[in-house]
């Protein structure tokens, strides 16, 4: 049921509409919306003409998983005390990168993405270790439930440094 037209295929008549209103506007070309990414013979003409790019680099990509694998690497030297510790740390801190941005303080966006992504890992290390001790999924989130429930609330590191320095200055002050 593909008809060509100008020397490209069509996959349905309504692209074919939308092909020849562009065409009857005077736009001397084929309209950008008209570009599917399943027709892999359009992409490459677009491609071609430099109106979009669907290529992305793959450098950047594996120097991520690079710097992944090292992050990865320091958390397996770690004790497992010591890695949940830190988690319980960085989820205040990413409560806390919640809590400015919704009072439109300064932050940079990226950095929800890298705290959610080395508390992945984290937990991805304690989850390991607790396969290599033979401990099933059912047990685990038993013991995951425990440990949630002994949680002492404390407030997250970056938080404690601005009450110190608070208190210093105000101890200051009243010297």
């Not at 692209?15 to 736009?27: I, P």
């Not at 992944?68 to 004790?79: A, D, L």
């Not at 989130?141 to 440094?161: A, E, H, Q």
Request: charged share 40%; glycine share 6%; hydrophobic share 35%.
């Amino acid at each position: 049921m593909a008809a060509i037209f100008m020397g490209l295929p069509m996959l349905s008549s309504h692209a074919h509409a939308r092909l020849t209103l562009s065409k009857s506007r005077g736009m001397g070309g084929l309209s950008t919306h008209f570009v599917s990414g399943r027709n892999p013979l359009r992409r490459k003409a677009v491609e071609k003409r430099g109106i979009c790019n669907y290529k992305r680099p793959l450098m950047t990509m594996t120097v991520m998983m690079a710097k992944g694998e090292q992050e990865v690497k320091e958390i397996r030297e770690k004790s497992t005390e010591d890695i949940n510790e830190e988690v319980i740390d960085l989820k205040g801190e990413l409560q806390m990168l919640r809590f400015k941005k919704n009072t439109r303080q300064e932050l940079k966006t990226s950095e929800f993405r890298r705290m959610r992504k080395r508390i992945a890992r984290m937990l991805t290390v304690r989850r390991e270790r607790e396969l290599e001790q033979g401990i099933k999924r059912r047990q685990s989130r038993k013991m995951d439930r425990r440990w949630k429930r002994s949680i002492v609330v404390r407030p997250p590191p970056s938080l404690r440094k601005l009450q110190e320095e608070q208190a210093a200055k105000t101890e200051k002050k009243e010297s």
